[in-house]
């Protein structure tokens, strides 16, 4: 596989996120109903996070394992240091700039936390692209390709979890679903061009942890927004449906070799 079909591949790897955003235009949606489809969005976010920490906590047990204390340490910074900016700079961000501006008791605007999703989720995306692009560029070229089907089926997931929190509020504009599935979805893209010619453990720990870090953030706002007691017993339901389905996919995804 050369470089530029590994390249286009990723592309549509990252691209098939949009499948999942044009639910986004549902409307005339009750409050719980809305709970309920923005908590499934939740639990597929919660397996996401724990896909990733999962993900960058086996090159730093590797690591330790064979008793390469010093590429362990690097590794575990790496790592704390992207949990630490991914979640705080987002708390940082929302104080400064977005409560500033819609005040401090007030939540999150639904399309601000949207957008925030499809960064945490973008960032993982980075790494997936990472991965692709290393495993083609080492010549594993059916390892590659497995992880692209894989991957793209698993990107077609995320559109709902990044759209979950405007059901209900009014429709998501093409412009605004355009832009959330560049910005979930595009760097699966990026990473995939930089990782053909970039292998590296330490900068997949890095971004791993920051999309660790960024889904705290936003499975937070997601609990606040939702779970109340009004919506509690629907918002239970769906984080619980929302659970099994991300599991459920990861299972079609060991299945299948990836």
Same mark, same amino acid.
């Given at each position: ?29 009750? %409050? ?28 730093? %047990? ?26 705080? !700079? ?46 083609? !560029?080492?010549? %594993? ?79 937070? %706002? ?9 919506t509690k017993v629907p918002a239970a339901w769906g984080l619980l449906l929302g659970l ?15």
């Amino acid at each position: 596989m050369n470089f530029a079909q590994t390249v286009l591949l990723g592309a549509i790897a990252g691209l098939t996120i949009y499948l999942g955003l044009p639910i986004g235009r549902l409307k005339n949606l009750s %409050e719980k109903t809305r709970s309920f489809l923005a908590m499934i969005s939740t639990g597929i976010l919660i397996f996401l996070f724990y896909d990733i920490f999962s993900q960058m906590s086996h090159p730093i %047990e590797d690591a330790l394992t064979h008793k390469n204390l010093a590429q362990g340490v690097l590794l575990l910074l790496m790592g704390g240091l992207g949990l630490m900016v991914g979640l705080l !700079g987002l708390v940082t961000f929302e104080r400064r700039f977005i409560r500033a501006r819609f005040g401090a008791q007030q939540a999150l605007p639904p399309a601000q936390l949207g957008l925030m999703i499809a960064t945490g989720i973008g960032m993982h995306n980075f790494s997936e692209g990472l991965a692709i692009g290393q495993s083609a !560029g080492r010549g %594993e070229i059916a390892f590659a390709t497995m992880l692209i089907v894989g991957f793209g089926l698993h990107n077609a997931t995320e559109g709902f979890g990044i759209v979950g929190p405007l059901l209900g509020d009014k429709p998501s504009s093409w412009g605004f679903i355009g832009l959330a599935g560049l910005i979930g979805g595009g760097p699966t893209f990026l990473g995939t061009l930089l990782g053909y010619y970039l292998v590296s453990t330490t900068l997949s720990v890095l971004f791993l942890s920051l999309a660790a870090g960024a889904l705290l953030y936003i499975i937070g %706002e997601m609990f606040h927004l939702n779970w109340r007691q009004a919506t509690k017993v629907p918002a239970a339901w769906g984080l619980l449906l929302g659970l099994l389905f991300a599991f459920l996919t990861d299972l079609v995804l060991v299945m299948a070799g990836v």
